[in-house]
């Protein structure tokens, strides 16, 4: 590998790399990432490299919003906006998601990434209540990509909302009598973090997150994906801007460093993205 890498040019060079890292490998890409910022600490698809071998996902954010703000019209610069979009989106932070999807269609209209920048910026106006605003977008998706069935997306996102709308107010109509009084939900603000009103009582500062689900179902599904390939999952119910979300998370861990390291093994194993969280 090292002869390979060796006589390619410095950009082959770096496509290289950055495929391994996707395909799982990371160990190349870690021994010469030193060697190459050196010679090209402002090249974007060196940035886009690094960005995929940090381990913490906040700071991975930041490299890949530099790599977007220096470098829109690169090679990587929709990649770049996906990482950070799904940064937002798996940490339930769906209006600053939005933001930075609304950007995929605006720019990058061609890009592959466009059918789930879609689909994602929807469901990130439908769960932060702007569902009028998510319909208004879906009509205009459809005429500007008319080879995607927005219609169904729209109307699958739609439908999956009301039934965890519908289903959370069965629960309040028949609860006991004697049960636990409820959470009263705490009124946030949508860039605010999600607050967890079930935390688990295991002991541990660190946990992982892979996504908050507005659908019960699709968070169970993450989390048999998860226990399957050997993590130890669970679901957190949340409460924000006074709906409930289902977050999938991992572990609980004394250090930070541990969760990250958990977080690559699920990244490399799975093409799953986490962020460290901070259980309350």
């Not at 769960?127 to 208004?136: C, I, L, Q, R």
């Not at 080879?147 to 996102?157: E, F, T, Y």
Request: glycine share 4%; with cysteine; charged share 25%.
């Amino acid at each position: 590998m090292t002869f390979c890498l060796s006589i390619l040019p410095a950009q082959d060079h770096l496509d290289v790399l950055i495929q391994d890292v996707l395909h799982g490998s990371r160990d190349s890409a870690a021994v010469y990432l030193p060697t190459m910022e050196q010679r090209y600490p402002n090249n974007p698809s060196l940035m886009y490299l690094k960005g995929l071998l940090e381990n913490n996902g906040e700071e991975a954010m930041v490299i890949f919003s530099k790599l977007y703000n220096t470098h829109p019209s690169s090679e990587y610069g929709d990649d770049a906006v996906m990482k950070v979009a799904e940064y937002y989106y798996a940490a339930g932070m769906y209006v600053k998601a939005a933001n930075w999807l609304k950007k995929m269609p605006i720019y990058y209209s061609r890009s592959e990434h466009i059918e789930r920048a879609v689909k994602l910026f929807l469901n990130s106006l439908i769960v932060s209540g702007h569902k009028d605003t998510a319909v208004f977008y879906s009509r205009v998706f459809k005429r500007q990509f008319p080879a995607l069935d927005v219609d169904g997306k729209i109307n699958d996102l739609l439908r999956d909302f009301e039934k965890s709308d519908k289903e959370k107010k069965n629960a309040k109509e028949f609860a006991p009598k004697f049960s636990t009084p409820e959470v009263t939900p705490v009124e946030i603000m949508d860039e605010t973090p999600i607050v967890t009103i079930d935390a688990n009582n295991a002991s541990g500062t660190y946990s992982l997150q892979t996504g908050a689900y507005s659908v019960m179902e699709n968070a169970e599904s993450q989390k048999i994906n998860l226990i399957i390939a050997g993590f130890s999952a669970r679901i957190n119910k949340l409460y924000k801007s006074n709906r409930t979300l289902y977050a999938v998370r991992i572990g609980h861990y004394d250090k930070r460093e541990d969760a990250q390291k958990v977080g690559a093994q699920i990244k490399a194993k799975l093409g799953i993205n986490t962020i460290v969280i901070t259980n309350n």
